[in-house]
């Protein structure tokens, strides 16, 4: 009697199973339609576990991720949801239309939610009841209204949140319900109609790697609270209004490998920034810095892009700028920059592009550079009389004689040039 029993406990569940599957399948099949899913793996004879892109557990379905697949459908809440099981759905990188219905509330354990870079509209909707919730990514679609920040409060296991380059939304002043979210450690809300200061509680998101409020409306200064999140390694707060100077204690960041501030307000000094030695991009450009560019840098064996372009930045630079690292980029126009230019930024010959024009900059362009042959862009006119060219046959076997002022031209016939873009007029070439 005990061994009847367990079988046919064994064949009630093994019958359940096949239930659940071919219900599954039938679900799968039904989004195959609303997605626009072409996979020939998604085909009524395979289970759940053989469809491309879908993650079973023991039991079933898990996860569905279909990134990049060029879907033109649309969504289905009232058929995704009916996979009880659901944690992930991933559907980023499609053609993918239409709104989020409220529907998605049904998803009750979904923990990760990817819907970047589709054309959906109409408002986000609220998220109470997704208390599993870690990642939420519906950046880059074409989302209108306003954001439901309040239901994003009680969302205390998210780690990622990113709703950037939506710019149809409300405008609304930082929300404040964000920085209760302990757990983050990527926060992307470029490009959707922030505005106002960023409140000092930002400090209080402790494990952020990154951040981005850029393409906003925010204004006033950094607070100095931002320095408590020392675990950044990208920072990116480039075309707001902000006002003030780079906050006290900045220095304590020292994660820090991309920072922008570009097109702000913001002036001082760069003194905080000389510690930041795992810099690899420092983008400052259309601000009102100033003072020298600090020594240090041309020990950050990291840096490869400097853009600090017109500001009111002055001195000399690092002679041992780009040395030490895999140079690729640095534009430093338009400010009073004296001085001869470092010599070795392209000495490990990946540097493309080199703008130091409407400067002051005065000797000789070093020939190592004629031996550049990555360098695509080379703008240098604009600086002060003594800026010449080094004396060397590398510069005339390289550079186009319709590039320089008509009274060099003579000297440099029937020469090739491959950098492509070069300014050099308004200097006095030898």
């Not at 557990?57 to 995704?80: C, E, H, M, Q």
């Not at 930002?202 to 999140?229: A, F, M, W, Y």
């Not at 420092?282 to 020298?292: A, K, V």
């Amino acid at each position: 009697m005990p061994i009847l029993l367990f079988y046919l406990v064994v064949l009630f569940l093994s019958e359940s199973v096949i239930l659940v599957r071919c219900d599954e399948v039938q679900i799968l099949l039904e989004l195959k339609k609303s997605l626009g899913v072409s996979d020939e793996s998604w085909t009524p004879n395979n289970a759940p576990c053989q469809f491309a892109g879908v993650t079973c557990t023991t039991k079933s379905v898990s996860a569905i991720d279909l990134t990049n697949k060029s879907l033109p459908g649309y969504l289905s809440f009232d058929t995704i949801c009916q996979l009880s099981s659901l944690q992930k759905l991933s559907l980023g990188y499609n053609d993918l239309s239409g709104p989020i219905r409220p529907s998605l509330n049904n998803c009750t354990k979904l923990q990760h939610l990817d819907l970047a870079f589709n054309y959906l509209i109409g408002h986000i909707p609220d998220f109470s009841s997704l208390t599993e919730l870690r990642v939420l990514n519906l950046s880059d679609n074409a989302f209108t209204g306003p954001v439901p920040w309040t239901s994003l409060f009680q969302k205390t296991k998210l780690t990622d949140f990113l709703i950037g380059d939506n710019p149809s939304l409300d405008r609304s002043l930082f929300p404040e319900e964000l920085t209760s979210l302990h757990r983050l450690t990527t926060l992307y809300l470029s490009n959707c109609s922030l505005h106002g200061p960023i409140p000092p509680s930002i400090g209080n998101l402790t494990k952020l790697i990154v951040l981005e409020l850029s393409v906003n409306s925010l204004t006033g200064p950094i607070p100095q609270e931002i320095t408590r999140l020392t675990k950044l390694f990208q920072l990116e707060l480039w075309k707001n209004q902000l006002t003030g100077t780079i906050p006290p204690n900045f220095r304590k960041l020292t994660e820090l490998a991309n920072l922008d501030f570009s097109s702000n307000n913001m002036g001082g000094d760069l003194t905080e920034l000389k510690y930041l030695t795992k810099l690899q991009s420092l983008q400052l450009f259309y601000n009102q810095f100033s003072g020298e560019v600090p020594v240090e840098y041309g020990d950050f064996d990291n840096l490869v892009d400097l853009s600090i372009y017109n500001n009111m930045f002055y001195g000399q630079h690092p002679q041992n700028l780009g040395s030490k690292s895999d140079f690729d980029a640095i534009d430093v126009s338009t400010n009073s920059f004296t001085g001869p230019i470092p010599p070795n930024m392209c000495w490990l010959g990946k540097m493309t592009y080199m703008a130091l024009l409407e400067n002051q900059f005065t000797g000789e362009i070093p020939a190592s550079y004629a031996s550049c042959t990555t360098l695509k862009r080379f703008r240098v006119s604009n600086n002060s009389p003594t800026f010449a060219l080094e004396t060397t046959p590398r510069w005339t076997q390289m550079l186009d004689p319709s590039l320089f002022p008509e009274e060099v031209t003579s000297l440099r016939e029937s020469i090739i040039c491959i950098i492509t873009g070069i300014k050099m007029k308004n200097n006095k070439f030898q």
